[in-house]
């Protein structure tokens, strides 16, 4: 090993301004400063940054050279380098943004190794002239380590495939000896196997975290007036609070973003087909400005390190469990209570199941991606603890949580087999006699007796199972249908208008041999009160602290942003809101006793010290 312990410690001391390293964080950072490869697994918010940073700072101190970390997007790039410049750590970026010039003189002092951390994305990274320069440092003995960030986007496996990370495998080619760092939030065992080797990791030693955010509330209501519901969800929980809300489409984007605007919520539209200007804005507002709601397409959010996003909303259905659980850990990354909210429901699984269908993959991929919605739809539809779920898709075992709808309001559970098998049997009783398929609405209305126009036109009143399932609701039928679907009992036909045809998987159902179990329809509690507004309201981590500590705490708040602002950087990479709230907790007198508090490195002490002990004294 080429350092002992005690360094990294003080590296993280005297740098980030911590105190001691958070579960694998001592492990992996020691285990790579010695040289070895990594895979990473560890939850947003769990501090994946610091297990590359600090053996970069180690190792670059200990003469080996420059650590490039592969990072696909720009955001991330400018945010990350700007608070290590903020502790005090020679860290560029080379993206897009900078001029040739610029780039020019970053690459220069790269190679005269003046730079401890390049960040750059993997596009240029494996560029002819990019890795000349590499193999120049390389010769000389001066390149440090690579840390892959976001390293799911290698899988096809993954939820957000990218095949520029594909052509990484250069890495372990052409510079063996250089340890590399491999780190994401959210893989299933296939997608780590295919990471360990698209990257050619095999021999890495593997760093796998509890996927456990346990200060997320995880809550999954039917869709019944999506947009009042998500509505009602921020009012009374999250009024005055930083959130996300994700939609499946741009228009959907831009319509809710302009309701929640009409209601008095600070919402901004996020979607690839928005001016690039306008999304670059809108994204700074949304890191740089207390209390925005992003409303967005999955176009926005990786790499996003805003820590007090209270809330992470959907109002469509993601595609797969990987990609739900890295959208809603983007909430409550500050460790205080967070909440993730979706909305689901019969549209979302037709559409979901189609596009899977209607792909032009092979077959096997389908397969894949069809199991893995089966496991996301099997979450939606739990009547057990959803956490318990979600991280045994994960491979990982716990108890029920105490902390999601289902453990705060157990659902009631009914047998919804009978009505399975009578709405297959319309299904199929309709088929019969027109010889044309028919949507959902249209078959529900035929079992439940309604005499419609289109119902007359056909003559499907005199079908035998005309009237058949009166007993059951619409919202009944809709779960049902929803389950059908997604366990391939049922099939959508995307060419003929959505239409539903029966599978090979219906006879099961309709002979009686494969059981229906359904959660009962359930609506927000009828008592829920609206919390009170958050302009009054102190924010969590500020909330046990006396008048006088809040009236510290908002002047610190005011004084970060300003500072913040003149640095073009997030009111967070100055200070995290937990440093200035125990700030002013303790109103120190003198620069000894801002050296304890968590978060104040050496560098930030020296720039910042002064300012902080003149605004705690003016209070």
């Not at 360094?7 to 301004?17: A, K, Q, R, T, V």
């Not at 010695?34 to 994946?48: E, I, Q, S, W, Y």
């Not at 997604?486 to 219906?506: C, E, P, R």
């Not at 125990?582 to 120190?588: D, E, V």
């Amino acid at each position: 090993m080429l350092s002992p312990p005690s360094i990294p410690g003080s590296i993280l001391h005297e740098i980030f301004g911590y105190e001691q390293f958070r579960g694998p964080q001592a492990a992996i950072v020691d285990h790579v400063i010695a040289g070895g490869d990594a895979l990473v697994l560890m939850p947003t918010g769990g501090g994946k940054s610091l297990c590359y940073q600090i053996p970069a700072i180690a190792r670059q101190r200990a003469g080996h050279g420059v650590a490039v970390v592969v990072s696909p997007l720009i955001a991330l790039m400018h945010d990350q380098v700007g608070a290590l410049h903020e502790a005090g750590v020679e860290a560029e970026f080379l993206n897009s943004t900078l001029s040739g010039e610029q780039a020019n003189a970053v690459e220069k002092r790269m190679l005269r190794g003046e730079i401890t951390l390049l960040y750059a994305a993997p596009e240029r990274v494996t560029t002819p002239r990019f890795l000349a320069q590499l193999d120049s440092l390389h010769e000389r003995g001066k390149l440090s380590l690579f840390a892959i960030d976001e390293a799911h986007c290698v899988s096809q496996w993954g939820h957000d495939f990218r095949p520029e990370y594909r052509a990484l495998t250069v890495l372990h080619e052409r510079y063996a000896g250089v340890p590399r760092i491999a780190l994401t939030a959210t893989a299933d065992a296939i997608t780590r196997e295919d990471i360990l080797e698209r990257l050619q990791l095999e021999d890495a030693r593997q760093f796998i975290s509890s996927f456990d955010r346990p200060n997320i509330r995880y809550t999954i209501v039917e869709k019944k007036d999506a947009t009042t519901q998500l509505l009602r969800f921020i009012e009374r929980e999250h009024e005055g609070e930083a959130g996300i809300v994700y939609c499946q489409s741009r228009r959907r984007v831009e319509e809710i973003a302009q309701t929640l605007s009409g209601q008095g919520i600070r919402a901004l539209p996020y979607h690839a087909g928005l001016d690039s200007e306008v999304r670059q804005t809108n994204q700074d507002r949304f890191l740089r400005e207390d209390g925005i709601v992003m409303v967005a397409t999955i176009a926005f959010g990786m790499g996003i390190d805003k820590p007090d996003v209270r809330f992470v909303a959907h109002l469509d259905m993601p595609k797969n469990i990987e990609g739900y659980y890295q959208e809603t850990g983007r909430a409550g990354r500050d460790g205080l209570p967070a909440a993730a909210w979706m909305g689901y429901g019969l549209q979302d699984v037709v559409n979901q199941r189609r596009m899977i269908d209607e792909s032009p993959a092979g077959e096997d991929f389908k397969q894949v991606m069809r199991g893995k919605l089966d496991a996301l739809l099997a979450l939606a539809e739990a009547t057990d603890c959803r956490r318990v779920r979600l991280l045994g898709y994960f491979g990982e075992a716990s108890t029920p949580c105490g902390n999601c709808d289902n453990c705060l309001q157990p659902p009631q559970v009914w047998d919804g087999t009978d009505a399975a098998r009578k709405l297959l049997s319309t299904i199929y009783r309709v088929q019969q006699q027109s010889g044309i398929s028919f949507g959902a609405g249209h078959v529900m209305d035929i079992m439940r007796g309604k005499k419609t126009e289109k119902v007359a036109q056909f003559g499907h009143e005199r079908l035998t199972t005309f009237g058949i399932g009166a007993e059951f609701s619409e919202v009944q039928l809709r779960g049902v249908l929803r389950q059908l679907i997604a366990t391939g009992a049922l099939a959508v036909d995307g060419q003929a208008f959505n239409t539903l045809k029966l599978t090979d998987g219906s006879r099961g159902v309709l002979k009686g041999e494969t059981a229906v179990q359904l959660r009962e329809s359930v609506s927000l509690p009828a008592d829920a009160r609206r919390r009170k507004s958050a302009a009054k309201a102190a924010p969590a981590v500020a909330a046990g602290l006396t008048d006088s500590g809040q009236a510290r705490f908002a002047a610190l708040k005011s004084w970060r942003a300003e500072v913040a602002r003149a640095h073009n950087l997030p009111a967070y990479v100055i200070f995290h809101d937990a440093t200035l709230a125990a700030i002013a907790a303790l109103a120190p007198n003198s620069l000894d006793d801002l050296q304890g508090i968590s978060g104040i490195g050496a560098k930030k002490l020296e720039a910042y010290g002064e300012e902080v002990l003149r605004v705690v004294g003016g209070v």
